[in-house]
């Protein structure tokens, strides 16, 4: 949903144009057959200047698409590849290549990819050709997914907005003011709507939601003596197969059941229970009695809620739930085919430190002012590696803020007005129905959902003859259909669905009591929610659209993102995210598609998505590609399951000991332990030690069952014996995974296949250009070995083509589906050639700015001829023994400069590690060296004690407008030196961080992690 689309109209003529131009040629070849002007086949070499002085007539070339997109990818010009290979000592790009990746892994032959010769347009037209194939029905599935309208305001200045998509994880609050404040409203809206204490910034998906609610709770208490855990079969059947799964290799015994009729007072084991609200048949029920008898043994209550039921209904607070869940996808967000949307987890305060996910909370910066940061960051996995509460990293960041923005652009009375609209259609139905002739499960306690008999026919059967209508319902059981409505539906529709059930031969005898439903849009006083929420100014304030716009545009100038100058973050490749490749994003073909449409109506997605996994497939040297894991973290998740189900399937199901270098992903170790795997550990600052690790494998074979490496190394280079690492791992008889993090030094270059690794994850939101949305989406597929395939997730409501036997590891069939034709966008427009270019750029521009930068800085870790891969890495281990000066300080600084700083402290201590990408022009490198090199001469300032060693400008970095206007300047340096360090900062404009630093330690101790007025 980026910036909106060319008319359809427009992308017919381009096809149109292309048919001509194709027409054309062979019309010119037959004319001028035999004379002196000769034309080259397609295919054919491009003409050489003598050729072209001989009169020679390239067809292909001259009617080529004229926006090509390669060139507008990647930043280096070819005269800035000459002058950056002769600075780094070498001829050529190939010649730099050839130093820096072995020979043994190096690859020859182009990926599978097309020709990248098409063009922006041509490729636009393309995908829209695939997904004009779906057809976009009248929806009245439910299940989680449900139709919603996109505030327009919100579309164009968020999320087709390069200033909030282009911005990473908020890890520099300072440059991130904005998106954080936009998160604290959501966070309090989610606390709000559930009537809980504390919530999250977002998880991934409705039932992983659930699934870390579980994990959660069986950390709470002791999980030895509590090992069971209870889910109502009423609760979402996706919801439900990620929780067996999770339980599986969690050590939980997990009981599917009736929540109405079993004893809870007997189950002293139980440690928590799941329950939907309303349940997946649409009915509401008041489950106090279930909070007490699982309070009374010990246990916890956790419920799945629907935000917008919560408008209308009593908040799960009020009936003793402990935690609550859900998805914000029906608050301004689409359906996608799946995702991505924002999941959210309320709980209480005692339970915060607990919680999975990012937490925004206040403190005060080096002024004294408010400010906003990530709270309670050594719950995290760089942090607490296999001790970390989960392996969440990516979120949904962006989701999370147009969830919260249509709530801040609707107020608290217009989100009343939509609920009370959503039940009056549903009342409507069910009234409708009951005139019809025929009964609903329930004529008061129900919301959006209407569950109601097919007799005489059989469900699905009617289900399948209204689908040839484009009237989509979901089938219940082998009597049962419902019928879900939400905010985009009609009265209209009502009336289309009733007319269609007559025609079908539903219904016909007498009126039944439904008939009486009095359609006034209120639940019946047992579950009408009588508590005030969103009563804080923000909800409550902002009625025109022009105050909307203004309010977003103010929070956008707060964050530095790539819309205003490079973001070198080593191992999260801030990378281009092209305006055509988002595009399709925002169409209704894509958007407006519900995840479990029946096949006949999504067979432009699913073939957009089949070639997406074939060109992954190509890139990575593998055989089959799943895409539902919705994250990096999800995919090591999904990756890892897939190895132990491997071995069970071969009879070594006993085989758990994961060996994981010490300069891995904190997700690496964290998404071990999710698979009830035993971590050993092995040391590689300086390379992986042949024989130490032969040893180790050895020590382990009989139940050794995966090596984790990153390849090349979190180190920044390429391993040279890779390859041997990898048959070590094979004859000790384990399966080796590769962390994609660092694949965008591999494209077209080398490969997972190539190196020996048998199953890797994809981080298409880094490698493939999706953005990262301020942390997330992110979209995380697998690709595997022939071995492996069998064994990809599948999922129980629609079997993805590439589903194996493993149970779904993410809520939707395809993940992610609605941003994974960015990805396949990025690879039609480049192309072959162009895809692999980008490695050979992004090595380039590392390898560059570590050459002008090691005479000033250590650089560490490079291979045997000095060369990075993709980043490299700055030691400040010295200038922090001799001034004081630290890696965070350096940060700060980079922020006055108007850079966002590279990755601080991994993969090793006291360190920066850059990662500038291939998308970078060499004016921005230049730019950031001259910022470092000038920093350095800071750095010499405090050493010879021309500033204090603590009061200089790295230690109150950075400076704000407020205090470099102030009437007061106390400082040893002036205010020029404060704020405009280098000329840029005042020829391009100065981006000013909006709070000086922020003191982590006080909001860490003082949580305050929601709006109060």
């Known amino acids: 949903m980026w910036r909106r689309a060319p008319q359809a109209a427009a992308s017919i003529a381009v096809q149109q144009e292309s048919a001509a131009m194709r027409a054309m040629t062979e019309s010119l070849a037959r004319i001028l057959q035999g004379q002196r002007v000769r034309v080259v086949a397609a295919g054919g070499a491009r003409c050489q200047s003598s050729a072209a002085a001989a009169g020679t007539t390239n067809l292909k070339e001259l009617f080529m698409a004229t926006d090509q997109f390669a060139g507008r990818h990647l930043g280096p010009s070819p005269k800035d590849v000459d002058e950056m290979c002769k600075l780094i000592g070498v001829k050529d790009l190939d010649e730099l290549i050839s130093q820096t990746i ?74 991130s003011q904005g998106r954080l404040e936009s998160l604290i409203n959501f966070q309090t809206l989610v606390c709000e709507l559930t009537g809980m204490e504390v919530a999250n910034s977002s998880l991934l998906d409705e039932g992983s939601a659930a699934a870390e609610a579980m994990a959660m709770i069986a950390r709470t208490v002791n999980s030895k003596t509590k090992n069971q855990f209870f889910v109502s079969d009423r609760v979402h059947p996706q919801s439900i197969d990620l929780m067996k799964l999770r339980a599986k290799y969690f050590g939980m015994e997990l009981i599917v059941g009736d929540h109405k009729s079993t004893d809870f007072k007997s189950m002293d084991k139980l440690c928590g229970a799941l329950v939907q609200y309303p349940d997946t048949d649409g009915l509401l029920f008041d489950y106090s009695g279930l909070a007490d008898a699982l ?71 080096r002024l004294g002012n408010p400010a906003y940061r990530l709270a309670l960051q050594t719950r995290e996995q760089h942090i607490r590696l296999d001790k970390a509460t989960s392996n969440v990293c990516t979120a949904q960041v962006l989701l999370a803020n147009m969830a919260a923005m249509y709530a801040v652009y609707h107020k608290t009375d217009g989100l009343k007005t939509i609920a009370r609209k959503v039940h009056g259609l549903a009342q409507l139905f069910a009234k409708e129905l009951g005139q019809l002739g025929v009964a609903v499960a ?25 689908q040839g209508k484009e009237l989509n319902l979901r089938v219940i059981d082998g009597k049962m259909v419902s019928a879900n409505f939400d905010e985009t539906h009609l009265q209209e529709d009502i009336m289309t669905l009733i007319a269609a059930l007559k025609s079908a031969g539903v219904g016909g005898g007498a009126a039944t009591n439904a008939a009486n439903i009095v359609v006034d849009g209120q639940l019946p006083a047992a579950f009408a929610r009588t508590s005030p929420f969103l009563q804080q100014k923000i909800f409550n304030s902002i009625h025109s659209e022009t105050e909307m716009m203004r309010y977003m545009v103010s929070l956008q100038l707060k964050d ?47 073939e957009m998505l089949e070639s997406l996994e074939k060109y992954l497939i190509s890139c990575t040297g593998f055989d089959a590609c799943s895409l539902q894991p919705t994250s990096g973290a999800s995919g090591e998740y999904a990756g890892l399951l897939v190895i132990r189900q491997y071995l069970a399937s071969i009879g070594q199901a006993h085989r758990n000991v994961c060996i994981i270098p010490r300069s891995a992903h904190g997700t690496n170790p964290a998404s071990a332990v999710m698979c009830d795997m035993e971590i050993k550990w092995i040391d590689d600052a300086t390379g992986m030690d042949l024989e130490e690790f032969r040893q180790l494998c050895e020590a382990n074979k009989d139940n050794l069952a995966a090596l984790m490496v990153t390849y090349p190394s979190t180190r920044a280079f390429f391993e040279d014996n890779i390859q041997e ?75 993805p083509s590439s589903g194996g036997d493993l149970p779904a590891v993410s809520a939707a069939p395809w993940g992610q589906a609605g941003i994974a034709i960015i990805p396949w966008m990025f690879c039609t427009m480049l192309g072959n050639k162009g895809v692999t270019d980008s490695a050979r750029y992004a090595i380039l521009n590392a390898n560059y700015m570590k050459a002008r930068l090691e005479p000033h800085f250590p650089v560490v870790a490079t291979n045997a001829n000095n060369r990075c891969s993709h980043e490299f890495i700055m030691d400040f281990s010295d200038v922090r023994r001799e001034t004081g000066i630290v890696e965070e300080d350096i940060a700060k600084r980079l922020q006055d400069y108007g850079f966002h700083a590279p990755t601080m402290s991994w993969p090793v201590p006291h360190s920066l590690m850059v990662e500038p990408t291939e998308s970078e022009d060499k004016n921005e490198l230049d730019r950031f060296c001259e910022a470092m090199i000038s920093i350095k001469e800071e750095i010499r300032k405090i050493k010879d004690g021309t500033w204090p060693a603590d009061n200089n400008p790295l230690k109150n970095a950075p ?55």
């Not at 003793?320 to 991505?340: H, I, N, T, Y």
């Not at 329930?442 to 209204?466: H, R």
């Not at 490698?767 to 990809?792: D, E, N, Q, R, Y």
Request: net charge neutral; glycine share 10%; proline share 8%.
């Open 725 to 799: 690492i990898c048959q070590i791992v094979h004859d000790c008889g384990g399966q080796v995974y590769m962390d994609g993090a660092n694949m965008n030094a591999q494209l077209g270059l080398t490969s997972p296949g190539m190196i020996g690794a048998d199953v890797c994850h994809l981080n298409l939101h880094k490698t493939f250009s999706i953005p990262h949305g301020g942390g997330g989406p992110g979209l995380g597929p697998i690709c595997v070995k022939k071995h492996l395939a069998p064994h990809l997730p599948n999922h129980c409501v629609v079997s």
């Open 442 to 466: 329930s004529t008061e306690n129900f919301f959006d959902t209407v569950t109601f008999p097919t007799a005489p026919l059989a469900p699905a059967a009617l289900v399948e003859q209204l």
């Open 295 to 365: 309070h009374g043994n010990g246990a916890h209550l956790v419920v799945s809620a629907d935000p917008l039921a919560l408008v209308a209904a009593k908040p799960p607070s009020e009936f003793g739930a402990d935690v609550v869940v859900g998805s914000m996808q029906r608050f301004g967000v689409p359906m996608w085919f799946g995702g991505p949307a924002a999941a959210y987890m309320a709980t209480s305060k005692k339970q915060v430190r607990r919680m999975p996910g990012r937490i925004i909370g206040e403190s005060l910066d």
């Open 102 to 175: 072995p020979a043994a892994v190096r690859r020859e032959a182009l990926v599978e990819l097309p020709d990248g010769t098409i063009g922006e347009a041509g490729a636009l037209a393309l995908a829209k050709s695939i997904l004009q194939k779906n057809i976009i029905a009248k929806n009245f599935i439910g299940m989680g997914y449900h139709g919603s309208h996109v505030p327009g305001v919100v579309l164009r200045n968020l999320t087709e907005n390069p200033g909030w998509y282009t911005a990473y994880t908020p890890y520099q609050p300072e440059i």
């Open 560 to 606: 530095l993102s790539l819309d205003k100058s490079m973001i070198s973050l080593g191992s999260c490749t801030m990378k281009l995210n092209s305006v055509s490749s988002l595009l399709p994003c925002s169409w209704p073909e894509v958007t407006n598609m519900h995840p479990f449409a029946p096949h006949s109506q999504t067979a432009g997605y699913r």
């Open 959 to 1013: 400076h704000t407008q407020s205090e470099v206007c102030g009437s007061e300047w106390t400082y040893p340096y002036s205010r020029e030196e404060a704020a405009f360090p280098a000329p840029w900062t005042l020829k391009r404009g100065k981006h000013w961080p909006t709070t000086a630093r922020i003191d982590n330690a006080l909001g860490d101790r003082k949580l305050k992690l929601r709006l109060e007025e």
